[in-house]
């Protein structure tokens, strides 16, 4: 009896060892299905995100801004990295910005754009957007200017450009001194800048509403002088000229307004020369 209880013991054994070998092999195959399929869920997912991101594009292309939004949307939702989320948001503030014309959302998708992928290539360009929004569109001098510090701390992009732009804020603000404080700085800290013709222009008006005449005075002659072919050396020169007029300074300035070329309001400059001419004359006649 106690031998035949041993032979019915003996199978149950070999079994358990026969479950104990499957179920590792399951696991092994489970693990080794987990360890190959994954990159390929990863893939697919991927995969999915970039059509996504065609369709959303194609949509825009359209001009159906709308549709465009709710695929960028999709893609915040499902993009397994930041790179196509990065895009997906910084398409939609576009959109919000030029397609729709709503400065203010447009504002808020930057600003979530740079709070949520602070080391996206697109933070620069939100930043800039952002600032110019919150100037331009939405008329906040006082708050553009904090907009414009932020991308000079960067020290990244077109800093000559940001100094300006808060110049310029400062100005609109009718805060003189500041706004002449600004372009020095641009002046001194970017002596090749393309602004620097603007900027000159720009200090010299200051510098007469702040009744610094003289100063003045060498800044458009400087500009006149150094900037020949700009734009503003036209202006600069009749400015220089109707200041050495007041000054009393009256062969000076009919000497200045005479070297203007093609100056764009040639009615005005015929009536300054023969005005001074006339004054010239009479100042004359009474010395002799």
Aim: hydrophobic letters at 35%; aromatic letters at 8%; charged letters at 30%.
């Amino acid at each position: 009896m106690k031998q035949d209880l041993k032979q019915e013991l003996k199978p149950r054994k070999s079994i358990k060892t026969k479950n104990k070998i499957f179920i590792g092999l399951l696991l092994l195959v489970l693990s080794l299905s987990v360890v190959l399929l994954y990159p390929l869920w990863l893939e697919y997912q991927s995969s999915e995100v970039q059509r996504l991101m065609k369709k959303g594009v194609r949509q825009e292309s359209l001009g159906r801004a709308h549709d465009a939004l709710e695929t960028y949307r999709l893609v915040l939702s499902e993009s397994p990295g930041e790179v196509e989320a990065a895009e997906a948001l910084y398409r939609m503030a576009r959109l919000w910005q030029f397609d729709l014309q709503d400065p203010q959302q447009a504002l808020l998708k930057y600003l979530q754009l740079e709070r949520d992928y602070s080391d996206t290539d697109k933070i620069r360009l939100a930043r800039e957007a952002a600032a110019r929004i919150v100037k331009f569109d939405l008329r906040d001098d006082m708050q553009s200017i904090g907009y414009y510090q932020r991308l000079i701390n960067s020290q990244q992009g077109e800093q000559d450009n940001y100094l300006y732009e808060i110049a310029d804020s400062y100005f609109r603000l009718e805060n003189y001194p500041q706004a002449r404080i600004e372009l020095e700085n641009l002046l001194s800290e970017y002596p090749h800048s393309p602004l620097t013709a603007e900027a000159l222009h720009r200090k010299a008006t200051i510098l007469v509403l702040e009744n610094r005449l003289d100063e003045a005075q060498q800044d458009w002659q400087r500009l006149a002088d150094e900037f020949p072919d700009s734009s503003y050396a036209s202006r600069a020169r009749f400015n220089l000229a109707n200041l050495l007029e007041e000054k009393g300074e009256l062969d000076l300035a009919l000497e200045e307004y005479l070297k203007l070329e093609n100056y764009p309001r040639p009615l005005l400059l015929d009536q300054k020369i023969d005005h001074l001419t006339r004054r010239i004359e009479t100042r004359n006649e009474v010395t002799e």
